[in-house]
DNA sequence: CCAAAAATAAGGGGAAACCCTCACTACAAA
DNA sequence: TTTGTAGTGAGGGTTTCCCCTTATTTTTGG
């Protein structure tokens, strides 16, 4: 198996030999270099690039969320895992938006640990198995309440006359394209933005948007 | 084991036979009712709630996803469970967010298709693995482009005037919340509207809204 | 069948948006 | 110094939107 080389950024020097030990029954696994803070590690990364750079979030000098964006633009073969205890789904998002390949939270087991690196190694992600679930829910029942109470008042039409609004349509074009008068197209708007409460067409779409309106196609 | 009453709404009768054969071998679970269209589902509702209804999207006379809302809040205890061949992201969270406890595709293996409804009957959520595995990629890939490519185009003051807009306010009204003239803050206006290449308003505000120009506060 | 809701259509007036062009200032980079 | 960009301001004209009212036809549900 090829070897993998890593580096590890981590302020507690306890967790860093911990590391160590746990990385140890894994040969094909070899530490290039351990750093306590942001600058050392900045470093390091001019001199060697490992493949591997596991990372924590919690540095003292500079967040490992900040120096992020400039390792991976700078380094873009070294993939990043964050290791950390941060556990929110916000920030998980935040980190893979930024380049991360992992996210790991600190108390999984070694065999965790050895696979993440494998993975993210070979060009693949790596997502804790309880934060993707996380993730997933927070996607799910995100703003419930809002969009399923307002969109049912609205009759058939006036759905059709709202997507094509939120799709740039101009209130001849609608009429066009639904075979109706100019005028009724106009009715229809006109009643939207009451219906809706809203001030204007800008508003509709909003509302458009948020009630997935414009999923279709 | 406690026998699962469920209902079907598909608009192919191919299907629904195709379903009732596939659940023969599972005594457990009983098929109280079959419909090819919306209002038929609706009426038949109104009769016999069953315990899971595992329902299309497209049929003939109104869609799936137009109708779960309103059943979901007429009959709190039926667990809608989604059948249908559309696999995208945004269809999968519209239906979810709209109640939906479960959400397939078709073409799925008999067992998944037990599973499903086994689970959301229990009150979990069942949503097909390739789907759940999209939705994360979404997340996470998603709006990342959009707000660091598209919007650095603009400058400071334009990325004020979008806000505003998006905000329902006039051309009028941000003018004098930024203490320009009428004049300047439409100049910002079609230049916004020329450099994002849409059509009007409405195009302004979907650009805003996916750039994320209207998450800060 | 009848009442209610939805969809259709229109008049008219005022406001806002849209689309050019031009012009001046400030400020920073070449 | 020249060039470029951002921000400001304005003229003038066309189109679209916004809001009110009224009214007929069609569809739907009890």
Same mark, same amino acid.
Do not use: W
């Given at each position: 198996?090829?070897?993998?080389?890593?580096?590890? %950024?981590?302020?507690?020097?306890?967790?860093?030999?911990?590391?160590?030990?746990?990385?140890?029954?894994?040969?094909?696994?070899?530490?290039?270099?351990?750093?306590?803070?942001?600058?050392?590690?900045?470093?390091?990364?001019?001199?060697?690039?490992?493949?591997?750079?596991?990372?924590?979030?919690?540095?003292?000098?500079?967040?490992?969320?900040?120096?992020?964006?400039?390792?991976?633009?700078?380094?873009?073969?070294?993939?990043?895992?964050?290791?950390?205890?941060?556990?929110?789904?916000?920030?998980?998002?935040?980190?893979?938006?930024?380049?991360?390949?992992?996210?790991?939270?600190?108390?999984?087991?070694?065999?965790?640990?050895?696979?993440?690196?494998?993975?993210?190694?070979?060009?693949?992600?790596?997502?804790?198995?309880?934060?993707?679930?996380?993730?997933?829910?927070?996607?799910?029942?995100?703003?419930?309440?809002?969009?399923?109470?307002?969109?049912?008042?609205?009759?058939?039409?006036?759905?059709?006359?709202?997507?094509?609004?939120?799709?740039?349509?101009?209130?001849?074009?609608? %009429?066009?394209?639904?075979?109706?008068?100019?005028?009724?197209?106009?009715?229809?708007?006109?009643?939207?933005?009451?219906?809706?409460?809203?001030?204007?067409?800008?508003?509709?779409?909003?509302?458009?948007?948020?009630?997935?309106?414009?999923?279709?196609?």
């Amino acid at each position: 198996m090829e070897t993998i080389h890593i580096a590890i %950024a981590d302020d507690h020097e306890l967790i860093i030999s911990g590391l160590k030990t746990l990385l140890k029954p894994y040969p094909h696994i070899n530490i290039q270099g351990t750093y306590t803070n942001a600058r050392q590690l900045l470093e390091g990364l001019s001199f060697y690039q490992p493949d591997v750079l596991v990372l924590d979030l919690l540095l003292p000098d500079q967040s490992g969320k900040d120096i992020t964006p400039g390792i991976t633009t700078q380094y873009p073969n070294i993939k990043i895992l964050i290791l950390t205890s941060i556990d929110t789904p916000a920030m998980v998002t935040t980190m893979l938006r930024r380049g991360c390949k992992g996210y790991l939270l600190k108390g999984s087991g070694s065999g965790t640990l050895v696979s993440a690196i494998e993975a993210v190694y070979r060009g693949e992600e790596y997502i804790e198995i309880a934060l993707r679930e996380q993730l997933l829910q927070n996607v799910i029942r995100y703003k419930n309440q809002a969009q399923d109470m307002v969109i049912p008042e609205l009759t058939q039409r006036e759905k059709e006359v709202l997507e094509l609004i939120a799709k740039e349509y101009t209130t001849k074009e609608i %009429a066009e394209k639904l075979f109706i008068s100019y005028r009724t197209a106009e009715n229809h708007r006109c009643n939207l933005i009451q219906k809706l409460d809203v001030k204007n067409t800008v508003g509709l779409v909003k509302v458009a948007i948020q009630a997935g309106l414009l999923n279709n196609e």
